[in-house]
């Protein structure tokens, strides 16, 4: 069966909500979702996978979140390229900016982005199922 891990990171539960409807949409479509927070993972277990959706909110200065989450995406930056991959996360008051950076630097580092979706706090229903739809667009690509 195809794995797909879906890892992230969320301060306050709008991210977190967003990826457990991702794994939904991935289980839904008859993949394994493995969930990972940043902490609990590693550039290594990419390898593990045959497709990452990775979640970060708007931090910093429309920045992925500094500690925890861009020094994981950054090691795993290396090991992209060909990658079948999605991005998704909450915002607050920005216009998205974050995502778009994100975006450029996955697509920079040869990632295949199957989609991408922002939520502004917590996700509403129809951002919860554009992340199940991400989900299962991830699945139907490997
Ligand atoms: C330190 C900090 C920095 C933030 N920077 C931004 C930002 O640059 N742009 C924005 O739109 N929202 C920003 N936010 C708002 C968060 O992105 C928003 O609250 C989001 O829903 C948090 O998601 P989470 O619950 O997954 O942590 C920031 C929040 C914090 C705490």
Known sequence: ??????????????????????????????????????????????????????????????ELEPCEFDPLFADCEGQLNGMITGLFGSYGWGSGEWMDTWQERTSAAGAKIIGTVIAQNFPDDDALTACRRLGADVSAAI
Do not use: H
């Open 1 to 62: 069966m195809n794995k797909i891990a879906v890892v992230y990171w969320s301060g306050s539960g709008n991210t977190e909500a967003m990826a457990n409807a991702v794994v939904e949409g991935i289980r839904q479509a008859g993949a394994e979702a493995a969930l990972f927070s940043a902490s609990e993972f590693s550039a290594r277990a990419l390898a593990d996978y045959q497709a990452v959706v990775f979640g970060c909110p708007a931090m910093g200065s429309e």
